[in-house]
């Protein structure tokens, strides 16, 4: 069972995928980007809460970024070194517009003297919908990003993910 304090900030995540407009062809997910040093939520995020098609994580990073006055690409050089990022659902490795996946955002924050994003904490895996296995894991391992299912919500969460999707025949 996930510690009171992942527990309360996965709900966080969840009340910010609420807010994602329904889609067809993506998940509805939320993040939340956090300085586990002093416990301090520094970015917010869900899917197409920024213009055009965007992600949660993604738009996290970039809410963060504007913050601090720097382009997302260089948002790990104002990332605090005990950053940590909640995510509903895992990083997407691959998606199915082509656009850049939120693995290799994240592993981008890393570099220029920047440890970058230390750990994830994600509710469930990627269901293989839409574009299959999800590599994702394995990816950030590589680079050191420590990945951590949070268990206990998925239920939730996948119903979140899913509002507006057809359902198979029961
Ligand atoms: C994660 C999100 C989101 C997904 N996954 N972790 N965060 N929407 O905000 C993963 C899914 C892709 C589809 C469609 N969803 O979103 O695989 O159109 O949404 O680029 O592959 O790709 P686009
Ligand atoms: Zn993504």
């Given at each position: 069972?996930?510690?009171?304090?992942?527990?309360?900030?996965?709900?966080?995540a969840m009340a910010e995928a609420q807010k994602s407009p329904p889609k067809p062809t993506n998940?509805?997910?939320?993040?939340?980007?956090?300085?586990?040093?002093?416990?301090?939520?520094?970015?917010?995020?869900?899917?197409?809460?920024?213009?055009?098609?965007?992600?949660?994580?993604?738009?996290?990073?970039?809410?963060?970024?504007?913050?601090?006055?720097?382009?997302?690409?260089?948002?790990?050089?104002?990332?605090?070194?005990?950053?940590?990022?909640?995510?509903?659902?895992?990083?997407?490795?691959?998606?199915?517009?082509?656009?850049?996946?939120?693995?290799?955002?994240?592993?981008?924050?890393?570099?220029?003297?920047?440890?970058?994003?230390?750990?994830?904490?994600?509710?469930?895996?990627?269901?293989?919908?839409?574009?299959?296995?999800?590599?994702?894991?394995?990816?950030?391992?590589?680079?050191?990003?420590?990945?951590?299912?949070?268990?206990?919500?998925?239920?939730?969460?996948?119903?979140?993910?899913?509002?507006?999707?057809?359902?198979?025949?029961?």
């Open positions: 069972m996930a510690s009171p304090q992942h527990a309360a900030y996965m709900r966080l998940f509805r997910v939320g993040a939340v980007l956090v300085d586990e040093s002093n416990d301090a939520i520094l970015s917010t995020g869900y899917t197409l809460e920024l213009p055009g098609n965007t992600h949660a994580e993604q738009c996290c990073l970039a809410k963060y970024a504007a913050s601090k006055g720097v382009l997302e690409e260089q948002v790990g050089l104002v990332l605090p070194p005990e950053t940590v990022l909640y995510t509903t659902m895992e990083p997407c490795a691959k998606r199915l517009s082509g656009n850049m996946p939120c693995v290799e955002r994240i592993i981008r924050t890393q570099g220029g003297g920047s440890k970058g994003i230390a750990r994830v904490y994600s509710g469930v895996r990627e269901p293989e919908t839409f574009v299959g296995e999800n590599s994702g894991r394995a990816q950030l391992e590589k680079h050191g990003v420590e990945c951590i299912l949070i268990t206990g919500f998925e239920d939730e969460i996948m119903e979140i993910a899913t509002a507006g999707h057809e359902k198979a025949a029961a």
